[in-house]
């Protein structure tokens, strides 16, 4: 099951934003930097990347084989 893509956005008593994505995989969650600064009225200061950045999403497809067995 795969959940829904997040943001966390934590405003701490000083004032300071933190935000973290969850669920998006690779380079997606970059698109958001530029959103959250508009919306926020903020500028980053710092980033880093969560181990979802290097993993990538995989597609299985079941696959299906039929083997004609001749019966003598």
Do not use: F, W
Request: aromatic letters at 4%.
């Amino acid at each position: 099951m795969t959940s829904k893509p997040r943001i966390i956005v934590t405003v701490s008593s000083d004032g300071q934003i933190n935000a973290e994505t969850e669920g998006l995989l690779g380079e997606a969650c970059l698109d958001y930097i530029a959103v959250l600064e508009d919306l926020l009225a903020a500028r980053t200061v710092e980033s880093s990347y969560t181990a979802d950045y290097t993993r990538v999403r995989a597609d299985v497809h079941a696959v299906e084989t039929h083997r004609d067995v001749e019966r003598a």
